[in-house]
């Protein structure tokens, strides 16, 4: 009966860790971008988006689900964050939301790597990205910088004056609600 009682503590446990979630906000998560092109950069990110982050005692258990309102999108120049909504760039008008969702976590020498689909600009591909990853308890800290190549989603104004590749920055650091 004992070892029953240890058992059946030990799965609740485990079980209510893995029905642990953090709801993403901007408040508790920045996507932040630098644009680069000859002579100068851009830097830039996201001011609202929502979504959650699910996780288990086991960090390749996560799981997110994020909406990025890009109509929220800045940079540090105005006619910049204007000229990168419109059709030139991502055409925020048509394609107000971006998504990312992740479907793979792996343990690396360096920490994880995470896998998922970003739909943006009306494309969807697969990423992947190294994280660092920490939970604790009821707690979830994630922290990430990768580039993607904007000519991935569509994004090709401004060939040979902008840079191809854009870094993303990803810093989470939520608790459960």
């Known amino acids: 009966m004992v070892r029953f009682l240890i058992l059946a503590a030990a799965l609740s446990t485990g ?4 029905d642990t ?15 680069t092109k000859k002579g100068g950069k851009h830097d830039g990110g ?3 988006l ?8 086991d960090p390749t258990t996560l799981k997110i689900d994020v909406e990025i309102d ?24 048509n394609n107000p939301k971006s998504k990312f969702t992740v479907t793979k976590v792996e343990k690396d020498k360096d920490g994880y790597k995470m896998t998922g689909k970003l739909d943006m ?13 920490t939970q604790t308890g009821d707690s979830l800290k994630l922290e990430s910088t990768f580039k993607i190549n904007r000519f991935d989603w569509d994004v090709k104004y401004g060939k040979g004056k902008v840079d191809d590749n854009v ?9 459960a609600k």
Do not use: Q, R, Y
């Not at 079980?15 to 893995?18: E, I, K, W």
């Not at 120049?77 to 991502?90: A, G, I, Q, W």
């Not at 600009?121 to 994280?131: D, F, Q, V, W």
């Open 15 to 18: 079980a209510m860790l893995a």
């Open 121 to 133: 600009h009306g494309k969807s591909k697969e990423i992947t990205m190294p994280a660092k990853i």
């Open 70 to 93: 890009m109509n929220s999108m800045f940079t540090d120049n105005e006619k910049v964050t204007d000229h990168l909504k419109s059709p030139d760039f991502f055409d925020v008008k």
């Open 50 to 57: 929502s979504g959650n982050a699910k996780f288990g005692a």
């Open 46 to 48: 996201f001011k609202k």
């Open 21 to 35: 979630t953090v709801p993403l906000t901007g408040d508790n998560c920045t996507i932040t971008f630098v644009g």
């Open 167 to 175: 870094e993303i920055k990803v810093k989470l650091d939520g608790k």
